[in-house]
């Protein structure tokens, strides 16, 4: 057995990766392998968020071409790896820009639309939230107040984003994918 | 097209004098034929079945046809009805059990996961009896039927020879319309026979790049249409599903010319319908697909899970696809019923501009014109 494979085998043994995980890795080419041990050993990923990589690495390279390996290296994947982040934070920040790439119209989509909530400044008890995938498109707005006054100030405030068309622009943006 | 060859023919005790079974053992005399007892099947776990002795059992088992007779019943609703979303009120009948073709996407991958044959039932009398005793107790309804649920419905009709059974069943019946949905071109079981109005032949449909990179052992998009103008010829009704839609870097171009090359060669007028329905896959069916095809890029989209469980590609992505390709279809056949599969009241309301009232509604849509006057 080569030494990356004793590497790999160790590290699925430690965190008890099901066969299929372990299996799919392997399938890999050594330097693709290698690439993303490094990786799996600084963000001391478990099963489920590995068989995530896994996928989100796969797909983005059969839709893209390249290797996982020249993702895995990319500026934006691999400078919060190497940065003094706690693990957690590492492991979000990598999954989030893996998740830039492996989605990007939804990304793109999902950023514009928190800009836009941004840009209503409702302030802080006027909340507006949207599904995950902004799936169903439904925006949820949700209001608090402790009296009367403050709920109708804030009715007001949503009344003028209605006016503006600023509200209206939010909506629209589910049609400019 | 490659014509189907089994590796085994299973034939249950009791069933060796069917009809079907005589037509496919003197069409293929030199196959291996083996008779099983009652309920082979259920008695054989899939883990120790043949099939599974083999590296890919799934397609192992595609290429072994047992013969054994349906005990419940044939006529169901459409499974892929469910709670909150639209549904077209379709029934669905099922004479083959598996599929001969292996779709990347295919959702039977988990639905018969553990099934190690390609299923034939035998008793076709028993399901025209049920399919009569519903339609024909209920006149004043009109109802569409299709068999293409749990098996392509003509890949193998040159071997099963079905469709002389189905075809003039159908035909001779005032309030049903017959639906065989395939993506095989095995047409010329049909073309002796008179529909009489009253049978669709439709094929699923995508680009070509798609056919020939996920559809193994299908026809090609250009035998498919050729098809299609025979049976068009030979009297039928057509149908064009596309369904699952599958975005890819060229989809728009993909599908624009895909559907002017279908309504530059076909007559519009004899068109019955046509529907479009996005990719859609449980997690289990990804696992499946993933492990079973690791080079496909069905997977690549940019799929999310939906509140059914499934995954499709995004709903602003998905709205916008199915916008360009009605918008394409409405051009090429203006009046021509058009519906959707397995989609929300709110997806219906964005593409179409208005949600159906009930089932019943997308179901009349589709009856009343092919059936009116008729």
């Known amino acids: ?61 059969a839709r893209d071409g390249g290797t996982a390996r020249e993702l895995l290296t990319r500026a934006d994947i691999h400078q919060p790896l190497q940065s003094t982040l ?92 | 097209m490659q014509t189907y060859q089994p590796s085994e023919i299973l ?107 390609l299923k034939v039932f035998t008793n076709v009398g028993e399901l025209l009896s049920e399919v009569a005793g519903a339609v024909d107790r209920h006149p004043e309804r009109h109802f569409r039927i299709g068999t293409g649920e749990l098996s392509d419905s003509l890949a193998l009709d040159p071997l099963l020879g079905f469709s002389a059974d189905m075809v003039p069943f159908f035909a001779a019946r005032q309030n049903v319309l017959l639906e065989l949905k395939t993506k095989s071109d095995c047409v010329n079981g049909l073309l002796s026979l008179d529909p009489k109005e009253r049978v669709v032949v439709s094929w699923s449909l995508t680009p070509s790049e798609i056919i020939d990179t996920e559809e193994h052992g299908t026809a090609s998009f250009a035998e498919r249409l050729a098809a299609a103008r025979q049976v068009q010829a030979a009297g039928y009704k057509l149908g064009f599903h596309f369904d699952p839609l599958i975005e890819y870097p060229n989809w728009e171009e993909g599908y624009r010319d895909t559907i002017a090359q279908i309504f530059s060669t076909i007559d519009v007028r004899r068109v019955a319908w046509v529907s479009v329905g996005s990719l859609r896959m449980t997690p289990a069916l990804r696992t499946a697909v993933r492990r079973r095809f690791p080079q496909t890029r069905i997977l690549s989209g940019e799929q999310v899970p939906c509140g059914d469980g499934k995954w499709r590609t995004f709903q602003a992505l998905r709205v916008k696809m199915y916008r360009a390709i009605t918008g394409w279809l409405k051009e090429a056949a203006p009046t021509v019923p058009m519906y959707m599969c397995m989609e929300t009241a709110a997806v219906w309301e964005k593409v179409f501009g208005h949600v159906p009232s009930s089932d019943k509604e997308v179901a009349r849509t589709l009856t009343q014109p092919n059936l009116a006057g008729v």
């Open chain 1, 1 to 61: 057995m080569s030494q990356l494979n004793e590497q790999i085998a160790t590290y699925a043994h430690e965190k008890r990766l099901s066969p299929q995980t372990l299996a799919r890795w392997s399938a890999w080419s050594e330097e693709d392998q290698a690439a993303f041990l490094v990786v799996v050993q600084v963000l001391q990923l478990g099963e489920n968020h590995l068989r995530d990589f896994l996928d989100w690495l796969e797909e983005i390279t």
């Open chain 1, 86 to 177: 706690a693990r957690n934070d590492k492991l979000k920040a990598v999954k989030e820009a893996l998740r830039r790439i492996r989605y990007p119209r939804l990304s793109r989509l999902e950023g514009d639309v928190r800009a836009a909530v941004k840009a209503l400044d409702l302030g802080n008890r006027i909340q507006v939230s949207f599904p995950p995938a902004l799936e169903g498109e439904d925006i949820t707005v949700e209001l608090k107040a402790h009296n009367l006054q403050e709920l109708t100030d804030s009715l007001r405030h949503l009344q003028q984003r209605v006016e503006d068309g600023a509200l209206q622009r939010l909506f629209a943006l589910f049609d400019e994918v």
């Open chain 2, 11 to 117: 034939i249950e005790q009791g069933e060796e004098n069917t009809p079907v079974v005589q037509r496919v053992l003197t069409r293929l005399p030199h196959v291996p034929v083996r008779i099983v007892e009652k309920d082979w099947e259920r008695k054989t776990p899939a883990r120790t079945s043949p099939a599974l002795s083999e590296h890919e059992p799934f397609a192992a088992g595609k290429r072994r046809v047992l013969f054994t007779r349906q005990r419940s019943t044939f006529l169901e609703h459409c499974p892929a009805g469910t709670s909150g979303l639209v549904c077209c009120n379709y029934l669905v009948v099922s004479l083959i059990s598996n599929c001969s073709m292996d779709c990347s996407y295919c959702f039977l991958q988990e639905y018969l996961a553990n099934n190690p044959t």
